[in-house]
């Protein structure tokens, strides 16, 4: 083993920085750990439905919070890769979720919005934690389309939900890697598409 840094943890480090992503520890800056971590060959995301809640044409933005909002804020970030590990530059990258208490937005596009992952497949998003509603555990609904290639539809999940074992849906491999960031929430996901 080599103990250069990987082109990966080169990339994810200068993401965990740029978003305020990294966390002090007696000194040291110790980035949160990459979801999933990316290696030549890996599986691509996995794929999950939509859900009936899906609205077109979103509006550009990744401040999702709007004044008077209720709810956990939190900043979502991550890179949209190739499975070698390339970045996607210019995947869209369309968000939407429920409310902090399980409610979806049907006639507007409150807590929902897109935007486009930079020259280094980043992309960022500030917003709440979503409710729970029946039958569902706490989840953001994405789509993550690149400039050319097959859509990925899917939904992320956050970790130690009571919820995540009665929901039918959940994966384990889609869940959101988080940590407490002075009083704030920051997630973490990278998507991995199914092209080289």
Same mark, same amino acid.
């Given at each position: @083993?080599?103990?250069?840094?990987?082109?990966?943890?080169?990339? *994810?480090?200068?993401?965990?920085?740029?978003?305020?992503?990294?966390?002090?520890?007696?000194?040291?800056?110790?980035?949160?750990?990459?979801?999933? =971590? /990316?290696?030549?060959?890996?599986? *691509?995301?996995?794929?999950?439905?939509?859900?009936?809640?899906?609205?077109?044409?979103?509006?550009?933005?990744?401040?999702?919070?709007?004044?008077?909002?209720?709810?956990?804020?939190?900043?979502?970030?991550?890179?949209?890769?190739?499975?070698? /590990?390339?970045?996607?530059?210019?995947?869209?990258?369309?968000?939407?979720?429920?409310?902090?208490?399980? *409610?979806?937005?049907?006639?507007?596009?409150?807590?929902?919005?897109?935007?486009? *992952?930079?020259? =280094?497949?980043?992309?960022?998003?500030?917003?709440?934690?979503?409710?729970?509603?029946?039958?569902?555990?706490?989840?953001?609904?994405?789509?993550?389309?690149?400039?050319?290639?097959?859509?990925?539809?899917?939904?992320?999940?956050?970790?130690?939900?009571?919820?995540?074992?009665?929901?039918?849906?959940?994966?384990?491999?889609?869940?959101?890697?988080?940590?407490?960031?002075?009083?704030?929430?920051?997630?973490?996901?990278?998507?991995?598409?199914? @092209?080289?």
């Amino acid at each position: @083993m080599s103990d250069l840094p990987s082109r990966r943890s080169v990339l *994810a480090t200068s993401v965990l920085a740029a978003s305020g992503f990294l966390t002090l520890d007696t000194g040291r800056a110790q980035p949160l750990s990459p979801t999933p =971590e /990316c290696h030549d060959g890996d599986a *691509a995301t996995l794929r999950q439905t939509e859900g009936p809640f899906f609205k077109p044409s979103s509006p550009e933005r990744a401040e999702l919070i709007e004044p008077g909002l209720a709810g956990q804020p939190i900043d979502l970030v991550g890179f949209v890769l190739t499975r070698n /590990c390339k970045p996607v530059a210019g995947a869209l990258v369309d968000l939407w979720h429920a409310d902090d208490k399980g *409610a979806y937005d049907n006639s507007g596009f409150r807590l929902r919005g897109h935007q486009r *992952a930079d020259a =280094e497949g980043r992309f960022r998003f500030r917003t709440i934690v979503p409710g729970n509603y029946e039958g569902r555990t706490r989840h953001f609904h994405v789509k993550v389309a690149p400039p050319a290639g097959r859509l990925l539809t899917t939904q992320l999940y956050f970790p130690g939900e009571p919820n995540n074992r009665r929901d039918g849906l959940f994966r384990k491999e889609l869940l959101i890697r988080t940590a407490k960031n002075q009083g704030s929430l920051s997630g973490r996901f990278d998507f991995v598409l199914d @092209m080289r």
